[in-house]
């Protein structure tokens, strides 16, 4: 069962103001909070092992408010939040922080900052490196189980896909990139990653082995080769969602990357090349890149794989 636990006006003495004189001396501050989570069964059994202490929540926050300097209020409701998602069982927190009394003049109220985040947001700040936002976007429509992420490189997708639940085969060429990634799953104590290294470009008569009707979701990212295509549909199960997002030929006019057009798609190529999909989102455009000051012309799609005659859904 779903709930909300409330705190408000809870009050501390702290440290926080940008300038020395203002942080020379505790001054009242106070925390607001909502936090969404699921109480279980504390409704009927009474017990307070069924539910979140909010004591204990508020014992922490003013641990955590008076144990450090602060110059801003947003640096403190960051801390707060990042100690409220890692002790507790929380999905969404509200929180307001506030000086009860700042040292502006004509304000004879409190100024503060709110914050409202989820834990997957959360979690998507405080990932190094974030997983695309084509990936982030359309996970709604990823169904949960094995997913096969191709030319995985160091697994920015894969460790992202881990966390949320999902058993991962990330498959690369780079067998550094890929140790990488089991270094970085092992340190995060994400034990559903495991890795393979292969060449899926060998010259003919080589015929990639991806599996045949084993993943639920087959992720790729910025990877062009074409005569994949077949193995990739083929590894899917009935029923399985393939995202996929590339460069377009755009891309190479616009900013000459990649570096040969050949690793671009040509217009509306991805719908042709996985006409035997059903097609659940596409766009083909300009779109923003990994960083918040760049943009890159990509295909975007996402595809699943029709059930079979028959099947029940």
């Known amino acids: 069962m779903s709930g909300r636990i409330i705190i408000e006006q809870l009050e501390f003495r702290g440290r926080c103001g940008v300038t020395p004189e203002e942080r020379a001396r505790p001054q009242p501050l ?26 204990r929540v508020a014992q922490r926050v003013v641990e955590v408010g008076t144990a450090q300097d602060s110059r801003l209020l947003e640096a403190m409701a960051e801390r707060l939040l990042a100690m409220l998602f890692e002790e507790f069982p929380i999905e969404r927190v509200k929180l307001w922080v506030r000086k009860l009394h700042p040292p502006i003049n004509y304000v004879t109220g409190s100024v503060g900052v709110t914050v409202e985040r989820t834990r997957l947001t959360q979690q998507l700040q405080h990932a190094d490196p974030a997983p695309a936002r084509f990936l982030v976007q359309q996970l709604h429509r990823l169904p949960k189980g094995k997913v096969l992420d191709i030319a995985a490189g160091s697994g920015r997708h894969s460790l992202f896909l881990a966390s949320q639940g999902y058993q991962v085969d990330a498959i690369d060429r780079d067998a550094q990139a890929l140790a990488e990634l089991s270094a970085a799953a092992q340190t995060r104590q994400l034990t559903t990653i495991t890795t393979r290294t292969i060449d899926l470009e060998q010259p003919a008569p080589y015929e990639p082995d991806l599996g045949k009707e084993i993943y639920d979701v087959i992720l790729v990212f910025f990877y062009l080769y074409r005569s994949l295509f077949p193995y990739i549909i083929e590894a899917l199960k009935p029923g399985g969602v393939l995202l996929y997002e590339t460069f377009t030929i755009d891309n190479y006019f616009h900013h000459k990357h990649p570096k040969r057009w050949e690793f671009c798609l040509a217009h509306n190529e991805l719908l042709r090349l996985t006409s035997n999909l059903q097609v659940l989102h596409y766009d083909e455009g300009n779109h923003p890149g ?18 079979r005659s028959g099947a029940s859904t």
Do not use: F, R
């Not at 607001?32 to 504390?42: I, K, R, V």
């Not at 890159?296 to 996402?302: F, I």
């Open 30 to 55: 106070a925390v607001d909070l909502e936090l969404n989570c699921q109480l279980g069964p504390a409704g009927l059994s009474d017990n307070l092992t069924h539910t979140i202490d909010y004591a």
């Open 290 to 307: 990994s960083q918040t000051s760049d943009s890159v012309y990509t295909a975007q799609l996402v595809a699943h794989k029709p059930m």
